[in-house]
């Protein structure tokens, strides 16, 4: 089963590149202050029964993410690295690798 990606990274980063499939809420920048309200809110929008795999920049805020999901019941996880760390692995820039389960799931 494909996991659900939830790229909480600013609209303007996600379109200007992101991963296939992924959705949107940007709320990186609340995340950062402290506030999760707005991804709370956004909670009911996530299918049942996915895998959550939260991204942005560099991986370090999608882990809040990642909390307050598994804190909701939800089977999540972070993707390390982030966007940074997914681009290095595409293109083969960097020595980067994926869990296998990562990346199986987000061939």
């Not at 942005?56 to 307050?68: D, F, L, P, Q, S």
Request: charged content about 25%; glycine content about 12%.
């Amino acid at each position: 089963m494909e996991p659900y990606v939830l790229d909480i990274r600013p609209r303007e980063s996600y379109q200007r590149g992101n991963i296939d499939g992924s959705q949107n809420v940007p709320v990186y920048d609340d995340l950062r202050r402290g506030d999760e309200t707005v991804l709370r809110q956004s909670l009911a929008d996530i299918p049942d029964g996915k895998t959550v795999v939260t991204v942005c920049k560099a991986g370090i805020v999608a882990k809040k993410a990642t909390a307050i999901l598994e804190e909701e019941g939800y089977d999540a996880a972070t993707l390390a690295g982030g966007m940074r760390g997914w681009n290095g692995y595409r293109n083969g820039s960097i020595g980067y690798r994926l869990s296998s389960t990562l990346a199986r799931l987000l061939r």
